[in-house]
């Protein structure tokens, strides 16, 4: 089993910059990708950003490309992202995921407790 914990959020103005963490127990050939999710109230989870483990290959929802970057310490089994020029519907809960897929959080096994990030106006 795999624990993943998260650190990072905050209370920023809008136009500021947070930087979230998240740290796994363990590597395992469990999960080759590790990804951010967030979740507005009231909506739906959706997909942030990932990446894969092995070559370092990043993917971005639109909404996010350009103002976000993610990416990975091998030896410490931690992912990052950096937001920067943070808007008000940014506000959520951000979740660390490990799994095997890309968007698609139904092929994410493991999950972080969740890390809550709001951006004032």
């Known amino acids: 089993q795999v624990q993943l914990v998260e650190s990072g959020g905050g209370l920023v103005q809008a136009g500021g910059s947070l930087r979230l963490s998240c740290t796994a127990s363990a590597r395992t050939v469990s999960y080759n990708r590790m990804a951010w999710f967030r979740q507005a109230p009231g909506k739906e989870r959706e997909f942030v950003a990932a990446?894969?483990?092995?070559?370092?290959?990043?993917y971005y929802a639109d909404s996010v490309k350009g103002r976000f970057t993610i990416s990975r310490d091998i030896a410490k089994i931690t992912v990052y992202l950096q937001m920067n020029s943070l808007k008000p519907e940014d506000t959520a809960v951000y979740y660390c995921?490990?799994?095997?897929?890309?968007?698609?959080?139904?092929?994410?096994?493991?999950w972080g407790q969740g890390t809550q990030v709001t951006i004032s106006s």
């Open positions: 990446i894969r483990w092995s070559g370092g290959e990043t």
């Open positions: 995921a490990a799994g095997i897929s890309i968007w698609d959080a139904a092929r994410y096994d493991y």
